[in-house]
Each structure stands twice: as C-alpha cells, then as structure tokens.
C-alpha cells in the first residue's frame, strides 16, 4: 500500500498579507525569493506574468509560486483585485520541497473547495494579526491541512493556459464593459464562430465571454457602491444597464443583497 500521509513537520510559516488594490497602477513582484508564496484570490481579478507569458486568476482560484520564480502581478482595469498572501518555507511534499513538479508556477480553478480554502487562508490571515497566544501553532496546523488539500486538488486539476484570442477578449471585456457587447459581436473581433469562442474561453478564463462580461459589471458596480456616493440608478447606468431594475434584480441574484443593502453593510463592516 502507498503512503496515507504526508510528513509536514519541518514547514515553517513566514507571512500573512490580505491584499485590497484599486489602483490600475498598482503591481507587486513575486521576485528571487527563496519561499514559496499561495495567493487566494477573494474578489474582482489580477493580470499574471509569468516569464512573459500572462495568465488571469480571479475569485475562487488559488495561485502557487514556488521558490525563486519571476512573478508580477497587476489588477485588472473595472475588477479591483482583494487577496490573502500566504509565504512559506520547507514544504516536504515526498521529499520534494516545492509544491510544483513541472512549473514554477500554477493556478487552481477551486470549486466545491472554493468556501473551505477561504475559510482556511482568513483563519490563518487573522491569528497572524492578532497575534494571541499559540497563533503560531494554530497557523502551522491549518497550513499543514491547506498543503494536503493543494497536493490533492494537483493530481486532478490540469494547469491552464490562455490562448491569444481569449486574452485579447478579456481584455476587451475589461476596458468596454459599460458597452453593449454581444457574443456576435466579441467573435467577430477575433474572426471566430460565437460557438467557438464561448467554448475555448470558458475552458481558459472559466467564464463564458458573456458571463465574463456580467462579472466584471458587478465588480465595478460594488466598487462604485463602496467608495462612491453615486444613486444606484446612475451606478447601473455607468456599468452598462439602463434598467435600474433589471440591474437590481441582477445584483441580487449574483451577491445575494440588493445594491442598498450591499452598500449599508459595507459602510456597517457586515459584508
């Protein structure tokens, strides 16, 4: 029989940083660092460079640099990035101290995992803030469970890339999402059938191009109910629906709150 566990005991713990970026400006550098450093994306996107080759991580997806790779990462224009860092060092994973075999880098797409993964990286973000007795023990204990976790999710989850064509449309998406844009009208910027490009784009964004669009809309729309005073009838109209109602109902449906009540639990500090 193979072996049921996975020895952990000399992993030791470095940081815990939530990162919270507006700015189009704003960029960070994964740069000739000897750990190994897990980003949990909790909200809108981030732009990835990776040896020049770009890749998207947005919320739900967990990101892996191992040691001593070359990393920048920008926030998406209309999709504020908020993400939990997590560095570490003397990760045995069968006596392998990187997390990845065949990159130096990976991204996890996470799923029915997506709560639980979350949950993990704010436990361990709030020990390292507040800092009460034993905070180390517990971060040890929860990252030993994150690292298992990350060793399973690897063996059944592919890394993705992202074609030409998919990064061109989702960079369009991004600077024209107050637009009209229809599946018709995005195919025809990359000379494809509608078909063709809202099957190969959901396999490497993994949204279709539409839904896609809708997100980055709701991203902005809770930026603009958070930092702005705008009407809720003027933030529909600036992110592309002139129906207010209609806006509304959307809202809804993708955050579970109306945009009023989003706004006053934010100003609250309940959401």
Known sequence: MGKSSILLNTLQFISAKEINETSPNWFKEHRETNYIEILYMQEGCGEFIFEDKPFIGQEGDMIIFNP?????????????????????????????????????????????????????????????????????DVITSILQTVIIKITRLLKTAGEPSISEMSLKIRKYIEQNFSQ????????????????????????????????????????????????????????????????????????????????????????????
């Open 68 to 136: 001593f790779s070359i990393v920048v990462v920008r926030t998406c224009t209309g999709s504020p990035l908020k993400a939990i860092s997590i560095c570490l060092l003397n990760v045995p994973i069968n006596g392998n101290q990187r997390l990845i075999d065949s990159s130096n880098h990976t991204i996890i797409r996470l799923q029915e995992e997506k709560d639980e993964i979350k949950h993990y990286f704010q436990t361990i973000l709030r020990e390292y803030d507040k800092k009460h007795s034993g905070y180390q």
């Open 180 to 271: 009209e844009l229809t599946l018709n009208i995005l195919a025809n910027l990359v000379y494809v059938s509608p078909y063709h490009l809202a099957h190969v784009f959901k396999e490497e964004v993994g949204l279709p191009p539409i839904q896609y669009l809708i997100q980055c809309r709701i991203q902005e729309a809770k930026r603009l109910l958070k930092h702005s005073d705008l009407s809720v009838r003027d933030i529909a109209a600036i992110i592309g629906y002139e129906n207010p109602n209609y806006f509304n109902l959307l809202f809804k449906k993708i955050t579970g709150s109306p945009p009023g009540k989003y706004r006053k639990n934010r100003i609250v500090g309940r959401v």
